[in-house]
């Protein structure tokens, strides 16, 4: 997922109609096809490069109904959560991503939209979790 606007590249003023316009296009093909995955994806990213959190929350909550076994659309809805402020969610979601099978633990330390969350001690409690499963796996 892009980054959060603290840490995001400020857009030029062309940059962000041409985002407008994307956003726009896609809003478009997705009333033709409101179950058109990859069009989600795109616009869930493009709502959060926009700033528009609550829009990308929306998005990724949706991707998870279509796709409840798909451990990135749980890790996205995990970093929407954590924009969002909303802590609480944030550690389930991204709970039931690993166990889904989302294995990118480096980029989670390092991933803008998560930065929030990373300062929880929900986070705290879930690299412990982390720790301990790749300990097992060493075995």
Not at 17 to 29: K, R, T, Y
């Amino acid at each position: 997922m892009p980054k959060p606007a603290s840490t995001r590249k400020t857009l030029s003023k062309r940059e962000l109609h041409d985002l407008d316009i994307e956003i726009d296009f896609i809003e478009g093909v997705l009333k033709r096809d409101p179950q058109f995955v990859e069009a989600m994806r795109i616009l869930g990213d493009d709502y959060t490069r926009r700033g528009r959190y609550a829009d990308g929350l929306r998005i990724d909550e949706q991707l998870c109904i279509l796709r409840p076994d798909d451990p990135l659309s749980h890790y996205n809805l995990a970093c929407s959560y954590s924009l969002t402020g909303q802590l609480e969610q944030a550690a389930v979601v991204l709970e039931r991503a690993i166990l889904l099978g989302y294995r990118d633990f480096t980029w989670m330390t390092r991933d803008p939209d998560l930065a929030n969350f990373r300062k929880s001690p929900l986070y705290k409690a879930i690299r412990e979790k982390l720790k301990t499963l790749k300990a097992k796996r060493r075995k």
